[in-house]
């Protein structure tokens, strides 16, 4: 992975004298009390999706771009020796595109995390039940290619690939998506050695308000062993706020949901609270968790 990182910071640099460079992140801070199994804890635990990237892009005419993505953790009030911030491991990509597709080379979250995250109100982020709904599969691929064409107007397909350490199967992951009328439709697969993953999603928009619906399949090494899970969710928007929670459940006898509010301060800033609830009683997976953050995008 820091070689990827290198790799593309390096590639970042030579396009900065004719790129358009440009420097963005997310800094998000929850206080937060958890409790798992009975066993209650208050802190501001680490939130790992605050960062920091840097984005190169240069035209290469003909309408193809040649462009270059660092972005980082950041990690500062947990640091402790094994949480330290490392460059580029939320993506490191170098690639190019134009108005078909695109292929970038490096590390990067994978089509299977995108299409459950893109049909979850929470996206993922805190207090979100996807997590214990569906198997995310890693969330990213390292030393992986990542190639996304739109052959018609409205549809995309995606394929990305993950080069393994000797030993190990590699990763592939795919998707299609699109919109039907009102519906925006997501189908992907996910496939390393025996474990795979199956997911279809959808999400719809009336007035201010957005349902959404995700199933997904996944066979773990186990021969014959396969989870899933449902999750569906709704979020209304009401001028600067937004009431959001979701339901879900699987076939192993999980059963969480969540609720939160969001107020957006600005177009960048936003407060936000949230709670979650996954009820398996007598295990890691019975949690109460409650919290307030917030949320400053530049």
């Given amino acids: ?46 939130e790992p999706t605050s960062n920091i990237g840097l984005t190169a892009r240069e035209d290469l005419g003909n309408g193809l771009s040649a462009r270059a993505v660092v972005e980082t ?13 490392q460059l580029g491991d939320r993506q490191a990509t170098v690639g190019l595109a134009n108005r078909l597709g695109s292929i970038d080379l490096g590390r990067n979250v994978h089509s299977q995390f995108v299409a459950i995250s893109s049909n979850d109100p929470f996206n993922t982020l805190y207090g979100s039940v996807a997590g214990d709904v569906h198997n995310l599969r890693g969330l990213r691929f390292s030393n992986g290619t990542f190639v996304s064409v739109s052959p018609i107007p409205g549809m995309t397909a995606t394929y990305d690939r993950s080069n393994n350490a000797p030993g190990q199967a590699d990763a592939t992951a795919a998707s299609v998506s699109g919109r039907l009328a009102m519906i925006n439709a997501t189908a992907a697969v996910y496939e390393s050695g025996a474990e795979k993953s199956t997911v279809v999603g959808a999400n719809t928009k009336f007035g201010n308000t957005t349902v959404s619906y995700v199933h997904s399949d996944n066979q773990s090494l186990i021969v014959g062993e396969t989870k899933k899970g449902d999750l569906v969710g709704v979020a209304h928007k009401i001028g600067a706020y937004t009431a959001k929670a979701s339901y879900g459940r699987t076939n192993t006898e999980v059963k969480a949901y969540n609720l939160g509010v969001d107020y957006a301060l600005s177009k960048r800033t936003e407060v936000g609270v949230a709670y979650r609830n996954v009820n398996l009683a007598g295990t890691s997976q019975d949690i109460k968790q409650i919290g307030a953050g917030l949320t400053l995008r530049f």
């Fill in 1 to 46: 992975m820091k070689k990827i990182a290198i790799a593309a910071a390096l590639a970042v640099t030579s396009l900065v004298a004719s790129a358009q460079v440009t420097v963005s992140g997310k800094i998000s801070q929850w206080v937060d009390s958890t409790s798992t199994g009975g066993d209650k804890v208050t802190a501001m635990p680490l």
């Fill in 73 to 85: 953790s950041l990690r500062g009030n947990t640091v402790d020796g094994s949480n330290n911030t």
